[in-house]
Antibody, heavy 119, light 108 residues
Framework: QVTLRESGPALVKPTQTLTLTCSFSGFSLSAGGMCVSWVRQPPGKALEWLALIDWDDDKYYNTSLKTRLTISKDTSKNQVVLTMTNMDPVDTATYYC???????????WGQGTTVTVSS | DIQMTQSPSSLSASVGDTVTITCRASRGISNYLAWYQQKPGKVPKLLIYAASNLQSGVPSRFSGSGSGTDFTLTISSLQPEDVATYYCQKYNNPPMFAFGQGTKLEIK
């Protein structure tokens, strides 16, 4: 059974750096075609794709947020970490990680973690 | 970057109706198009991948079609539990895997 779970702070202050961890099980991020992606959703708004890391350690970012995002993986721990710098209240959202299995899109999602940016 | 445009942004239909949601890409994306359903307060769920392939466990009243720039999600025999917001997503190649802006479906 494939599962993913996001963890991180519920509250960050403006200008701080957010670090989120996606812990997963049931698949290997070393397997060809396997990727993990991050998506966020501000309250009442649409889904926004943020970043993706693949089995070959290639990394892709939302071009609008690229300068603020870093994605990395620890295959031995089955974890993917997303950092976002210079947080602002507009970054308040639920952040999801999801498995992206090439051609099959984002087939399994975590439950999401809510992050509020406020002083 | 390729932009994804969904229409309509919202719609209301009756139980038993057939509903169609469209998604248009600003450039061709072959068939690398997915559809997700997000019920209120819930996690998004994959319905359709590669434009027309039904994800395992998804009811057969959901179907997808299209290729290139124009895609559709069709829900036949609409059920009350289909109330949700539906999103398309392109994933043909990086760097962007953009979502559409969503279509909110309600029951009359």
């Amino acid at each position: 059974q494939v599962t993913l779970r996001e963890s991180g702070p519920a509250l960050v202050k403006p200008t701080q750096t957010l670090t989120l961890t996606c812990s997963f099980s049931g698949f290997s991020l070393s397997a060809g075609g396997m990727c993990v992606s991050w998506v966020r959703q501000p309250p009442g708004k649409a889904l926004e794709w943020l970043a993706l890391i693949d089995w070959d350690d290639d990394k892709y970012y939302n071009t609008s947020l690229k300068t603020r995002l870093t994605i990395s993986k620890d295959t031995s721990k089955n974890q993917v970490v997303l950092t976002m710098t210079n947080m602002d209240p507009v970054d308040t959202a639920t952040y999801y990680c999801a498995r992206f299995y090439y051609y099959y899109a984002m087939d399994v999602w975590g439950q999401g973690t809510t992050v509020t940016v406020s002083s | 970057d390729i932009q994804m445009t969904q229409s309509p942004s919202s719609l209301s239909a009756s139980v038993g109706d057939t509903v169609t949601i469209t998604c248009r890409a600003s450039r061709g994306i072959s068939n690398y198009l997915a559809w997700y359903q997000q019920k209120p307060g819930k996690v998004p769920k994959l319905l359709i991948y590669a434009a027309s392939n039904l994800q395992s466990g998804v009811p057969s009243r959901f179907s997808g079609s299209g290729s290139g720039t124009d895609f559709t999600l069709t829900i036949s025999s609409l059920q009350p539990e289909d109330v949700a917001t539906y999103y398309c997503q392109k994933y043909n190649n990086p760097p962007m895997f953009a979502f559409g802006q969503g279509t909110k479906l309600e029951i009359k």
